[in-house]
């Protein structure tokens, strides 16, 4: 397996506010879709620094005009944006992130890896035509990809309910799949099933901790 870190810098908008508050951001974006013209993309990220910069950031981003819908679970935020991500459409379906992108003082952050070194070099010259980007690594290893460090603490009833979750809906954008209604398929109290779910939602947000050494 081949594996590619790089630094970039571009115009973003989240770059932008990570500056001005000076805390950290991690993420991976969700997915991308067009509706009446517009073009959206989500992405779950976790924000890193001091409490009242956090909440700053927290603010801005819930005021941008360009964030169609955010949902804040403590320092996590599930993002609805309207617009392009210019780096991302570098990025195919022959590769893969091995750890969350992080944002940190005006830079993106991206360890990504692939089957073939020819598609990591491809993503690098596309990424080159949109952003100033560096090549900090490319070589070949056996990533620890960011998922494994808490799926497996997972309980079989909270990775259940995390499967039946995606698996129906839940995490996209509108949620076709209400919580009563994931209960009723598990056949559990809807509180039970909530309890499950955030529970598994918390443990998998933990890996972006990880990600910022």
Not at 27 to 46: I, M, Q, R, W
Not at 143 to 158: N, Y
């Amino acid at each position: 397996m081949w594996v590619g870190k790089f630094k970039i810098q571009h115009d973003d908008w989240v770059l932008e506010k990570t500056v001005t508050h000076n805390i950290s951001v991690t993420g991976v974006p969700l997915s991308s879709f067009h509706k009446n013209g517009k073009h959206y993309h989500t992405a779950v990220t976790f924000v890193h620094g001091k409490e009242k910069n956090k909440n700053d950031f927290i603010t801005s981003v819930k005021n941008d005009a360009r964030v169609a819908k955010c949902s804040v679970h403590g320092d996590q935020l599930l993002l609805l944006i309207e617009g392009e991500d210019a780096v991302s459409h570098a990025f195919d379906a022959s590769l893969f992130f091995v750890q969350p992108v992080l944002m940190k003082e005006g830079y993106e952050f991206w360890e990504i890896g692939s089957w073939e070194k020819k598609n990591i070099t491809a993503f690098f010259e596309k990424a080159k035509d949109v952003a100033d980007v560096q090549m900090l690594k490319l070589r070949k290893e056996n990533p620890g990809v960011f998922v494994q460090h808490s799926v497996p603490t997972l309980t079989a009833k909270q990775r259940t309910a995390f499967d039946l979750a995606q698996a129906h809906g839940y995490y996209e954008y509108p949620r076709r799949v209400s919580v009563k209604e994931l209960a009723e398929k598990m056949n559990v109290p809807r509180t039970t099933l909530q309890e499950h779910l955030r529970k598994a939602e918390a443990k998998i947000m933990r890996i972006f901790l990880h990600s910022t050494n």
